[in-house]
């Protein structure tokens, strides 16, 4: 039976648990010596390096052949793989044992930058549960989508993981609506995943509870399940301007638009670990090379409820716009071609009349600005 050395995030016995689908093989404590574990910075997830007089700690665990199949697909996906270690059992803490053969999960050699040496306990606090929702979601394609897909995909599962959580810890309103909890008021008999990649489409057999107090009989219903995200709409109140961005939208495309160009505010995903307002000014700075000053939030909301998880928070931001602040940018990595334009807010508000502003967070974000308008203007 193959034997194989842990030292990251496996060692966490829940997300262990996930990949090997409840076959999660005992670990014994032990030690690699000439290696360290540190983090790969500004990720999740640690790296393994060769380092004189390092004692990486971590376990080894003998899987059976279905586990290792599972555990070699979970970290092939992320560009790791095994080669052979010699490493030693951790005795007293101190190890001392005769070294054993065993392999261990390296990184591939570029890709990463070394941070600080890693701690379990710090991952688990931080990323743990991320992490553990996304395994379940990159293991749901072992034996049906190649390695290579799945690592494709993994940033979206990891953006999509953030945002269930974020939905799970609120307990949003309800004085008019009905008080239901989703898990006492909502049964979800079958799921289906027909399509995942960037986005990803789940179908449902789903029961719910009537107005009249009954279960309804089971359901089909789709949703496109998408990452939360956030929106800001740039505005001078001295200049009295916005800054209005365009690009190709493809969904306007796809309906049949003549004109799939949309006028829109900055928008972009909240990435696993960043609030939505820290959001918004990284995404002004890669669209439009802005940076804002104070934050005003219009709202949170659903755009599509009915068919479609995502879910905004869209903002007012308060920034210089010069005329020099129209140009071309946008990243060239997600081939994004944007044009940053600036006007005065009574055409831009014009635009909703014309029917030139025709998507939701620029409506709403030109509405809330036509209210709070003069308070900003003098400095409130």
Known sequence: ??????????????????????????????????????????????????????????????????????????????????AEVDVSFDVGGAGGAAPISTSVYFPAPDGWTLGAPFSLADWSRQWGPMSRRAAAEVMGGFGIEPVGQVGRHFTQARVRATSW?????????????????????????????????????????????????????????????????????????VRDRVLLIEQFRFGPYVRGDTKPWSLEPIAGRIDPGETAEAAVRREAVEEAGLTLADLHAVGSYYPSPGAVTEYLFSFVGIADLPDSAAGIGGLASEAEDIRAQVVDFDQAFALIGSGEAENGPLILSLYWLALHRERLRAGG
């Open 1 to 82: 039976m193959e034997r194989v050395f842990l030292y990251g995030t496996l060692l966490d016995e829940a997300l262990l648990d996930i990949v090997t689908a409840g076959e999660a093989p005992a670990l014994r404590p032990a030690i690699l010596e000439g290696h360290a574990a540190h983090w790969a910075q500004g990720e999740s997830y640690p790296v393994l390096i060769a380092a004189g007089g390092g004692r990486a700690r971590g376990a080894v665990c003998s899987p059976s052949a279905a586990a290792l199949a599972r555990m070699d697909y979970y970290e092939t996906a992320f560009g790791f793989f095994r």
């Open 165 to 237: 959580l974020r939905a799970q810890s609120e307990d949003p309103p309800a004085t008019l609506r009905a008080a239901h909890r989703a898990d006492e008021a909502v049964k979800s008999h079958a799921i289906r995943t027909p399509y995942r990649n960037f986005f990803k489409a789940e179908e449902h057999e789903v029961s719910f509870r009537r107005f009249d107090g009954d279960m309804s009989a089971p359901v089909t219903r789709a949703a496109f399940v998408m990452g939360d995200a956030a929106t800001v709409l740039p505005y001078d109140p």
